[in-house]
């Protein structure tokens, strides 16, 4: 690996039939990252199971629950990498049943791989994938058309899968949108360029993750820095020390940067970026990095310190799309404990503005209760003003959750508008 | 702006450092889970690195088997000196002489799962709240589900169904009296991505990682080293051979492979070609398939 190779996370929706762990064991197989005795160990399940051959899509088997069903329930991680890049895939199920672990497998992506069936085109399970990744903002979209070899590997059914995908997809706010014809099961497009499809004049999957520009992905205009921790080493090397520790969320940071501090609002100049290996002139996201400052300033976990010239607005009341991620359905007027960035506080969900009907993309704006893997535009108020950035500009500062605090459980995941 | 980027290895780095300092902002009493392994070496970095110029805030916490090799104390103890950071020691042995636990028997028998109550013991006699530890995704399938934050109930036990979703980086602590967390800063991190790191850091391990001269027995397709718990059986013969270890756990169940790689370098070299998972060697998961998981589900690493 070379010192400039960077890392991307992608995500993977989908169901038992559409071949996504097909193409997850094909990506890591034709990559060269099974090891030997896991191979071993899926071609003897595959044997026990009356498979013929090696069953690929046993490899992103879990737990026990999982492998006797037959279903993926939980987020599962996977890694692999390649001269070029490091992945890490965040493999999640693709029923309705599991929106909130989509979600979740979402919400750190870079890009979404979303599967469709050439055989079936663009069904319900698609466009509710592709809302997904609009939702969570994710910036790459790459349709894999899937298949392709039960459809004698025809441009003409692939055209038209693509004419689908891009009449709904109007709808959505995807800046980054590929298509590529493949066959998990035997290879096609996915490590290998596809013999069986001249037509195709694009890159296989493989090349496309390794290529494309993810650097712009995360925001590098508007400094914000969430306060984690404050350290005082009160050592004699560092008597009078007090750094501000956290990790940037989005732009950068240089030595003598004007910057204020919120919510207090007081300002002061940046005077240190300190690391172990050794001071900086700059910072940027997301570099875990310990500031100090020009001016003593009582500052904690949960201030956000940002660039004087360029401030989010505190706000106590804000509306977010809300997915509801647990059991027990929302209640009105209720209190949470609202995490946003460092920050916590309370918060009340004051109106259900209308509810998504996530395989129509409809609005349903009678229907106001709020159960689990729901997707809701919702009117939340804080009792303390939080820092927020809309979700769109920036995904850390823009991203909250609701916590029960009668379970401790995290109940909701929001999206500020 | 194409230079304000990291690399893979700076972002890895990154992101255990926000979780580093996440735990210390959010619990009461963490610890850090030390065996002297090269994952607990690495997290037990990555803390220098989060609370400098501070020395790192919480004492590590060995759970000591008994059956260790000389080297792994020797590292510990070193490291501790180094730091300046108080050491908790969890006793199997004593586990076993106050009758919490009895020792396996046959040839075959290990102090592996015995771990697990003289951990969850240690963390309730420190009134620990969370259990900084050095597993990561990619080792085995039922760590591949776990999360950064990672609860456990007044019983210590994992219920990997009933997990709570980690979206983003807001990681939610919250825990009743009695329960605890275990956190992963290095999740993500595989194999080589550790042995890079190590590298590129020049982080001091212990000399079992390199190539070395030791005495072995074959046994379950790997050397296992010879010590005062092998019970030798009696087709099985000790010899000398130049071996290196991939990962490090009770000496009793840790086996090694053939290797001349005796630098980091070469290690490096070596691992990218293995064509065999780390944990292949260790005889404490090849019990069952779901071996991992059911110990987890009672409250292992």
Redesign the interface.
């Known amino acids: 690996m070379l010192d400039n190779n960077q890392l991307l996370r992608f995500t993977t929706a989908g169901s038992v039939d559409d071949g996504k762990s097909t193409l997850i064991g094909r990506l890591l197989y034709d990559s060269k990252s099974i090891f030997e005795d896991q191979l071993q160990a899926i071609e003897n399940t595959s044997k026990k199971k009356g498979h013929d051959g090696v069953d690929l899509a046993l490899f992103t088997d879990g737990l026990r629950d999982e492998r006797e069903q037959g279903i993926t329930i939980d987020v599962a991680y996977r890694y692999f990498t390649t001269p070029k890049r490091k992945f890490i895939i965040a493999d999640t199920p693709g029923h309705i049943q599991y929106t909130r672990n989509m979600v979740t497998g979402a919400s750190t992506a870079n890009a979404a791989i979303i599967l469709v069936d050439a055989r079936h085109g663009v069904i319900e399970q698609t466009k509710r994938h592709s809302f997904i990744a609009s939702l969570l903002q994710i910036p790459h979209v790459i349709v894999c058309i899937n298949k392709m070899d039960l459809v004698d590997y025809s441009e003409e059914v692939y055209n038209n899968v693509i004419n689908q995908f891009e009449e709904f997809a109007s709808k959505l706010l995807v800046n980054d949108i590929r298509f590529i014809p493949i066959s998990a099961l035997n290879g096609d497009n996915v490590v290998n360029r596809s013999t069986n499809m001249d037509w195709y004049q694009g890159a296989p999957l493989l090349h496309t993750l390794e290529t494309m520009h993810i650097s712009s992905d995360i925001n590098k205009v508007d400094a914000r820095f969430p306060v984690q921790t404050v350290l005082r080493p009160q050592s004699e090397s560092h008597r009078d020390y007090r750094g501000y520790a956290g990790r940037m969320a989005s732009g950068i940071f240089r030595l003598g940067d004007e910057v204020t501090v919120l919510p207090s609002g007081f300002t002061s100049k940046i005077k240190t970026i300190d690391t172990l290996d050794k001071s900086l002139e700059e910072a940027y996201a997301p570099m875990s990095i310990s500031v100090t400052l020009e001016d003593d300033i009582d500052i904690s976990r949960g201030d956000m310190i940002v660039k004087s010239n360029n401030k989010p607005e505190p706000s106590q009341d804000i509306e977010v799309m809300l997915c509801w991620l647990h059991n027990n359905p929302a209640k009105p007027r209720a209190k949470y404990s609202i995490r946003h960035t460092s920050n916590e506080q309370k918060a009340m969900i004051k109106e259900i503005v209308y509810k998504f009907d996530i395989n129509t993309l409809e609005r349903k704006s009678e229907d106001k209760d709020i159960k689990m893997n729901d997707i809701s535009k919702v009117k939340i108020r804080t009792t303390k003003p939080l820092m927020v950035d809309s979700y769109r500009e920036n995904r850390t500062t823009g991203s909250i959750i609701l916590i029960d605090e009668a379970t401790n459980e995290t109940v909701a995941a929001g999206m500020v508008v | ?2 230079r ?5 290895l ?6 255990a ?2 979780v580093l ?2 735990v ?2 959010q619990f009461d009493n963490p610890v850090i889970l030390f065996s002297g392994g090269k994952d607990s070496i690495l997290v037990t970095h990555l803390a ?8 790192i805030p919480f004492p590590l916490m060995h759970v000591d088997t008994g059956h260790n090799f000389p080297e792994t104390i020797q590292f510990r103890d070193n490291i501790i000196k180094d730091l300046g950071v108080e050491l908790i020691v969890g006793s199997v042995q004593e586990s076993i002489d106050e009758g919490r636990v009895a020792e396996e028997k046959g040839k075959n028998a290990t102090r592996n799962a015995l771990q697990i109550t003289t951990l969850l013991d240690a963390i309730e006699s420190n009134k620990i709240d969370c259990a900084i530890g050095g597993g990561r ?2 080792e085995e ?2 760590r ?2 776990e999360r950064f934050f990672s609860h456990r109930d007044d019983f210590g036990q994992w219920d ?2 009933n ?8 990681f ?1 602590g ?3 009296e009695g329960e605890h967390f275990r956190a992963f800063p290095i ?2 991190w ?1 194999e ?2 550790v042995w ?1 790191y190590i590298k590129r850091e020049h982080i001091a391990i212990p000399s079992l990682y390199f190539a070395h001269e030791r005495e072995v027995v074959w046994r379950q397709d790997s050397w296992i080293p010879n010590s005062e718990f092998l019970v030798l059986e009696e087709h099985e013969e000790i010899v000398t051979k130049k071996i290196r270890f991939r990962t490090l756990g009770d000496i009793t169940i840790t086996g090694g492979i053939e290797s001349d790689a005796d630098t980091l370098e070469k290690i490096a070299d070596e691992v990218s070609g ?4 780390e944990r ?1 060697n260790r005889s404490d998961d090849k019990r069952s ?2 071996a991992m ?1 059911d110990r987890k589900r009672q409250g292992y690493f």
């Open positions: 702006m194409s304000y980027y990291l690399n893979y700076d972002e890895l780095e990154s992101e450092i926000y300092r996440e210390w902002a220098k690195k989060a609370f400098y110029p501070a020395k995704r990619d399938k039922a591949a589900k990997p169904k997990q709570r979703p980690e979206l983003w980086n807001i939610n919250k825990h009743f999740s993500n595989t080589m991505d890079n293995m064509r065999q998972t292949g398939e779901s998981e």
